[in-house]
């Protein structure tokens, strides 16, 4: 029976699931369980913190599901969800990792960095630096290189203006910047 809804949209998934179909939820994990744990390994470091908190998106999601809207992207309610308890997750451990092999094309290319300083070096000051910016603009720099969502998407997530969006990432990258010049530049 699961087969023939492996090619449908996830909202004509939802919809099932919403109608009593719930057993069509795990198609829908199955396709956002390794972005769900991408994105929390941006936050967390630790492999069963990160297994325990996918876990409860997904708990979550499902408890919810018959308020999710059909006509809307469940990409971003998942999201959404994901940030809320990423969110609650960081409160509780008060302290950010980031892997930011993805980042780093973003952010090297017109800095002043020496250019003997090795790969794992750079990964190292990025997450320096990552780690000295507001949560208000991380979040959007990682929704928006990590799990390359759109504006409007990152909007949806974080319940902000689509514009707010492009000027946090704008502004973000422009803190980093500076402190890579300020601390590693010429």
């Not at 939820?25 to 913190?49: A, C, M, P, T, W």
């Not at 408890?63 to 469940?74: A, G, T, V, W, Y």
């Not at 630096?129 to 409007?152: G, V």
Request: charged share 35%; aromatic share 12%; glycine share 4%.
């Amino acid at each position: 029976m699961e087969g023939r809804y492996r090619q449908k949209s996830d909202e004509k998934i939802v919809e099932s699931v919403q109608s009593g179909e719930v057993e069509l939820f795990g198609i829908l994990v199955e396709r956002y369980e390794e972005k769900i744990k991408r994105y929390s390994k941006r936050f967390l470091s630790n492999h069963q913190d990160i297994e325990d908190v996918v876990q409860e998106i997904f708990l979550k999601a499902y408890e919810n599901i018959q308020s999710f809207d059909p006509k809307r992207k469940l990409s971003s309610w998942l999201y959404r969800i994901a940030h809320n308890e990423l969110v609650n997750a960081l409160k509780k451990k008060k302290h950010f990792s980031f892997d930011l092999d993805t980042f780093l094309p973003y952010l090297s290319g017109d800095n002043h960095l020496d250019e003997d300083i090795d790969f794992q070096r750079m990964k190292e000051i990025l997450d320096q630096c990552l780690e000295k910016l507001e949560s208000k603009y991380r979040e959007p720099i990682i929704l928006f290189y990590f799990e390359n969502l759109s504006y409007q998407e990152i909007s949806d997530i974080l319940q902000i203006p689509v514009s707010t969006v492009g000027v946090r990432i704008k502004r973000a990258k422009e803190r980093i910047k500076k402190l890579i010049n300020k601390n590693y530049g010429k």
